[in-house]
């Protein structure tokens, strides 16, 4: 009553007051914030008619401020899950290119060789289209299954006290003719020297993935250099290559689900989950990192990866 008395004897003496914030208390004990402003009610005569105050009550105001809270972020989840239904569409659109075009070229190769009426050339060469076709094949359902797992944290590591050096010269020898069909070279530098706890097939999936992705994306005729050394501590392993390169503001895209960096008028082959999966691998599996750098587009990009010789057993 004492701070109310007050208010009014300011609204008599500047003939208004600011709004100010209460907690006033109902019977009940419940506290209720309001606000309160008031003002002086003069007639013609400048004579003092009366003085009106005004308590607003703020409870209601406060409830439209979370339903907004809470409509923007239903909205904003909505807008989400549309980019979700976008990408899942795209994917299985962009899976079903995918597998359309290696099991035609299988059926259709096959077809040839079943007829019978082919020199010995021919026969190899055909049979030849149908192994790689298969692999890429393989391939492609490979990636979805380890995908798969890893969203649902299935996916299996067995790590081995092992040498790296040996893995990356098995993925390097993998590669071989994939590079010798584009007239390319593959230099491996082998500096780490040293064992250290990881799971070998993982690893060499990583290492054979960064080195497709190396061939894919260059022209023919380049060098791709692959190198491992010891730097804090653990095994850095980086892939370097002359090709296409990767704009700044696709640099960490390339990481994420189904993203790929060409469109669709330069396609290749791919679903784009080879680096996601690597790095998933690498940093989840190994307790590393992964990383990129490129200096641009036309510039090549050199992919790294780092696993800590401290790591035990996976752990």
Do not use: C
Request: net charge neutral; glycine share 8%.
């Amino acid at each position: 009553i004492q701070r109310a008395t007050r208010r009014f004897g300011l609204i008599m003496k500047y003939g208004s007051v600011k709004e100010v914030s209460l907690t006033l208390k109902t019977k009940a004990g419940e506290e209720i914030e309001v606000s309160f402003n008031g003002a002086v009610i003069r007639g013609e005569g400048n004579q003092l008619v009366g003085i009106m105050g005004i308590v607003r009550d703020l409870r209601e105001s406060k409830l439209m401020h979370k339903l907004r809270e809470r409509s923007e972020r239903l909205e904003k989840a909505l807008e989400e899950l549309k980019k979700a239904d976008k990408v899942k569409d795209d994917f299985l659109s962009l899976v079903g290119h995918e597998l359309r075009t290696p099991l035609s070229n299988i059926l259709g190769y096959a077809e040839y060789l079943a007829e019978g009426d082919l020199d010995e050339k021919e026969k190899n060469e055909f049979n030849q289209v149908i192994y790689q076709e298969a692999r890429r094949l393989a391939r492609l359902v490979n990636e979805i299954l380890d995908m798969s797992r890893l969203e649902a944290g299935r996916l299996v590591y067995h790590y081995v006290l092992q040498p790296l050096d040996p893995v990356l010269e098995e993925a390097v020898n993998s590669l071989k003719v994939e590079a010798e069909q584009k007239k390319m070279r593959i230099h491996l530098k082998t500096g780490f020297g040293k064992e250290l706890w990881f799971d070998r097939d993982r690893i060499k999936q990583v290492v054979v993935n960064l080195l497709s992705n190396a061939i894919k994306y260059s022209e023919s005729g380049k060098e791709i250099w692959i190198e491992s050394k010891e730097v804090d501590k653990g095994a850095l392993v980086s892939v370097r290559d002359q090709g296409m390169g990767i704009a700044p503001e696709h640099q960490e895209k390339v990481f994420e689900k189904f993203h790929r960096v060409e469109d669709m008028e330069h396609h290749s082959q791919g679903a784009g989950l080879g680096l996601p999966i690597a790095k998933r691998i690498i940093e989840e599996g190994h307790q590393g990192r992964m990383w990129l750098e490129s200096e641009g587009l036309g510039k090549g990009s050199t992919f790294y990866f780092w696993i800590s010789v401290a790591m035990k057993n996976g752990r």
